[in-house]
Structure formats: structure tokens, C-alpha cells
């Protein structure tokens, strides 16, 4: 039996080249999502992975009170390459732990501004064949958040929940947003009520209002 009371969340962070305009608000709009995820009951670990065509995983079941993001925007977009090989990874690092001892709540949110432009290993559907063996197989729960496309289009082709995925415009107030109804729907996940995107957060990651 898993441990009831852990969450493990695993980001996948795009860095790419054109994430230098909206660097500072995604930056700050996640560590505002830690530190309110780092708020709610039971334990908490955060795995960091940022990309661009080149794959880094910055942080390993960090410990969210000292976890920091850093993005350094270059290069171009392996998205496939990186949800690939970062969940391949974060799955066999949670399968060697003794049963006890994994989290009954895994969370993954890949968020990225553009599409995918340099992947050498992994395709769409390589990718969406792992995200679905996951979700169906373990019960993860998997968040797509996407700008300068249709995020939902996106997510579905990868195998993610189109409630749970949703394109956010690259502008200040709406990546705040976007961040605000992550966390939202992190706690809901948490709390063992799952409830996708609505319409109001969808317009307001638009920027509707702001």
C-alpha cells in the first residue's frame, strides 16, 4: 500500500529561447505554486526538469521549502524528448522505493510557449502511449499548460485530460493566472476532489479581465 498522506509533483518546465519574454513571471508564478502546495497537509516532494533541446533534471524529490526554479531561456523545443524521458525517469526513481514508502498522489504539469521543434527520441505518440500507461495503470494525474497554441489540441495528442490541460497567453497577468488555477487544481487533486479547468480560469490564463 502507498503512503496516503505523499504527493510527488514532477515539473517539466520549457526554458527555450522564447520563454526569455515571460522568464520572470513563470518563475515567479511557479514558486508561488510550491509555496502554497508546500501550505497544504501531508508530504510534499518536487522534481524539477527543465528543457530546451537539451534536457536537465535540476531537482530530485526536492524538498519544497528550499526548492528554487531557475530558467535560463536558449535553444529550441524538445518538448516529446522531454516529457518522455522525464517521466520515464521519475517512474523508475518511484518504482524502486520500497511500496510503503511511494506517494499514493502523483502529479505531473508540463508547461511550455511553444510547440515542439527538436525532439530526436521520442514522438507524440511514444509520448501519449507513456502518459496514458501512467494515468490508467498508476492513477498519475497529468496537467498540460501551453501558449502560442490550442493547449487542449496539444495535450489530447500527447494523452493528457483535455480538462486538464489549458493555453495561457505569454503576458504577465495571465501566466500568474495560469499558475493561480494550477495550484487550485493541484489542492482539489490533493484533497482527493479532482476538478479540471473551468471557464473562468480559462479566461483569465487568457488574460480576460486583467
Known amino acids: ?11 517539466v518546465i520549457d526554458r527555450s529561447g522564447s520563454m526569455s519574454t515571460i522568464r520572470d513571471e513563470m518563475v515567479q508564478a511557479l514558486e508561488v505554486m510550491i509555496a502554497e502546495q ?3 497537509p501531508g508530504l510534499l516532494t518536487v522534481d524539477v526538469v527543465t528543457f530546451d533541446d537539451r534536457i ?7 524538498d519544497p521549502e ?6 535560463e531561456p536558449r535553444g529550441a523545443t ?5 516529457i518522455g524521458v ?3 525517469q521519475f517512474g523508475a526513481r518511484l518504482a524502486a522505493m520500497p511500496e510503503h514508502a511511494r506517494p499514493s498522489t502523483v502529479q505531473v504539469i508540463v ?19 507513456t502518459v496514458e500507461r501512467q494515468r490508467t495503470e498508476f492513477g498519475w494525474d497529468f496537467v498540460f499548460l501551453g501558449a502560442n497554441q490550442d493547449a487542449v489540441l496539444t495535450g489530447a495528442r500527447l494523452g493528457f485530460a ?11 497577468g495571465a501566466v500568474g493566472a495560469a499558475g493561480a488555477s494550477m495550484s487550485r487544481y493541484m489542492s482539489d487533486l490533493r484533497r482527493g476532489e479532482r476538478r479540471g479547468f473551468d471557464g473562468d480560469e480559462r479566461g483569465s490564463a487568457m488574460g480576460a479581465g486583467s
Open 56 to 62: 536537465e533534471h535540476a531537482v530530485v524529490l526536492g
Open 111 to 129: 508547461v511550455t510557449d511553444g510547440l515542439e521543434n527538436a525532439s530526436q527520441e521520442w514522438t507524440a505518440e511514444s509520448v501519449k502511449a
Open 86 to 88: 522525464a517521466v520515464q
Open 1 to 11: 500500500m502507498t503512503d496516503p498522506s505523499y504527493t510527488a509533483m514532477l515539473l
Open 78 to 82: 524538445a518538448l516529446y524528448d522531454a
Open 162 to 172: 483535455r480538462d486538464a490541460s489549458m493555453t495561457y497567453a505569454p503576458a504577465p
Open 38 to 40: 508546500r501550505k497544504e
Open 66 to 71: 528550499v526548492v528554487r526554479i531557475e530558467l
